[in-house]
């Protein structure tokens, strides 16, 4: 089992440009969270997925960002026209199942830098 | 929504010494609460967590307590070592038809030798 894998490690975008983050989740897992880290801040909920639906995307900003996570393939955190403010680390998440309490492991995040 | 508060935001022992650091949270359908781990430029790593039908659980130098009527909970490190030093943070999870983890602001521990 690989563990939540994420893509790319690090990413530098131009102000304006789009940012496309993957996370691939632990085999069996078809629950993703995203959450965004600012340097020296915690851990902020952005959007809870399940495989081809958006459970929860109470975090989510309204306007640039859209997250999916279809049938086959990784989630997808997507950002567009990316401004200086969006600079920070995405970590992906991944649990089993819903409806019971079971631990969620991260992936080693994506360091986004706007410049 | 839920709401996770973390206390200390910063906190600095000395090596051998305990640190403990404290959470409440405000939904009281609440009942999974786990702490992670992160160290510098790394991800978050669970250590430790506890369900609402116990109090209280160890795993060697570390415990957590549960009080439900307060809504809080506290992470207990003993003994603590060099490399205890990292962010910590606590975690509620909301039932509400979707599990989803609200965390606390995280507590920056630092063990001096």
């Known amino acids: 089992n690989a563990g939540v894998m994420q893509n790319p490690r690090h990413l530098v975008r131009r102000r304006g440009q789009e940012a496309r983050l993957r996370c691939s989740p632990m085999?069996?897992?078809?629950?993703v969270y995203w959450y965004r880290q600012l340097p020296e801040e915690g851990l902020k909920f952005m959007v809870y997925?399940?495989?081809?639906?958006?459970?929860?995307e109470s975090g989510m900003p309204k306007e640039r960002f859209s997250a999916e996570f279809p049938k086959e393939g990784p989630s997808i955190l997507r950002i567009q026209q990316v401004v200086r403010g969006d600079s920070a680390a995405y970590f992906c998440?991944?649990?089993?199942?819903?409806?019971?309490?079971?631990?969620?492991?991260f992936g080693q995040g994506t360091r986004l830098t706007v410049v | 929504g839920e709401n996770v508060e973390q206390h200390p935001s910063t906190l600095s022992v000395q090596e051998g010494d305990s640190a403990v650091i404290k959470c409440t949270y405000s939904d009281s359908a609440s009942n999974y609460f786990p702490w992670y781990k992160q160290e510098l430029g790394k991800r978050p790593q669970l250590i430790i967590d506890i369900r609402s039908n116990v109090g209280e659980k160890k795993d060697q130098r570390i415990a957590v307590t549960l009080n439900k009527t307060a809504k809080h909970f506290s992470l207990h490190i003993t003994e603590t070592q060099p490399e205890d030093s990292a962010v910590y943070f606590c975690?509620?999870?909301?039932?509400?038809?979707?599990?989803?983890?609200?965390f606390g602001q995280g507590t920056r521990l630092t063990i001096n030798p």
């Open positions: 997925l399940q495989k081809e639906n958006i459970i929860d």
């Open positions: 085999k069996g897992h078809s629950h």
């Open positions: 998440a991944s649990s089993p199942s819903w409806g019971r309490n079971t631990e969620a492991f």
């Open positions: 975690a509620a999870q909301i039932i509400q038809g979707a599990q989803k983890l609200v």
